[in-house]
């Protein structure tokens, strides 16, 4: 086998190293100005944890991260439950009519422009509005209902091609031996497609925490999501307390992916060694 030149593989590790700067070192500068001392966030005039203080005293920041989370914890739940049920249709369903255009409607927020997504959700909040009192005032609902829509089409993908990978002959099998399909679900079908579940729900999760144009279409004057707030004082000047903001969500991120990958890895190591030892036997 002929060896790489070493040009070309210095070439390789010289373009690898500017793709992770130019996406990690920004991030990087972000951490470290987080802990400035001086109110510009461009100058550096000495180490200071003042702004994480003033950042948990900001009530309107600590409003805006506690009503995205929330959202983002029940969008993401509701999508998980909605995209599986639909990722059931498309992929364990007997051909029906209407089939395509079933699947073409899940999948449309995917490729759907923000501004029409938004923009169609609030013509038809102002519409329900007119009928349902519940709708009059547009809130915390209704930004969980427009994030709930989108979510559910990405979540419905990620767990359809992990639906498409699983062997049916092996739920077919249990349904042969008596198991009713609750049972095959439970018993078999969801633990080999909790990885994709785990993912899916982190997915939602986090487009719905970072979603912002949406969330300005349907929100009232009494719910503001943390990307809204932020946008409102990034355009008044870049606060230290965002950097401050960002450095968090950068450590939690972090910390609840490693975690997510560390119980997918070893469900999957479990699951695997449960297939050699039964082909095995």
């Known amino acids: 086998m002929d060896a790489i030149p070493v040009y070309k593989t210095k070439w390789k590790w010289l373009i690898l190293g500017l793709g992770l700067s130019f996406l990690y070192v920004p991030i990087l500068s972000l951490v470290i100005y987080s802990f400035n001392a001086n109110r510009l966030v461009t100058v550096w005039s000495g180490f200071s944890t003042q702004w994480y203080g003033a950042l948990f005293e900001d009530t309107l920041l600590m409003n805006g991260i506690t ?110 031996l008596g198991a009713t399909p609750f049972k095959v679900f439970f018993v078999i079908t969801l633990p080999t497609i909790l990885p994709a579940l785990v993912a899916g729900w982190l997915l939602a999760f986090t487009l719905s925490l970072d979603d912002l144009v949406i969330a300005s279409f349907v929100s009232g004057p009494s719910a503001t999501t943390l990307p809204m707030v932020v946008f409102s004082s990034v355009r008044l000047g870049v606060s230290p307390k965002i950097n401050a903001l960002a450095t968090l969500i950068i450590a939690v991120v972090s910390v609840a992916t490693f975690i997510a990958w560390w119980v997918m890895a070893k469900a999957e190591k479990r699951r695997m060694q449960e297939l050699k030892t039964a082909n095995g036997s």
Not at 73 to 84: D, K, M, P
Not at 92 to 120: D, H, W, Y
Not at 161 to 167: A, G, I, K, M
């Open 67 to 176: 009503l995205s989370l929330t959202i983002g914890f029940l969008s993401a739940s509701a999508a998980v439950v909605l995209g599986t049920l639909a990722a059931f249709v498309m992929t364990r369903f007997k051909k029906f009519r209407g089939e395509t255009s079933f699947a073409f409607m899940i999948t449309a927020p995917l490729v759907m422009p923000e501004v029409i997504t938004g923009l169609s959700l609030l013509l038809l909040f102002i519409s329900l509005g007119q009928v349902f009192d519940l709708f009059s005032q547009r809130g915390m609902l209704t930004i969980w209902i427009a994030h709930v829509t989108f979510c559910t089409a990405y979540v419905s993908v990620v767990v359809s091609s992990r639906l498409r990978e699983l062997d049916k002959s092996i739920e077919e099998a249990a349904m042969d």
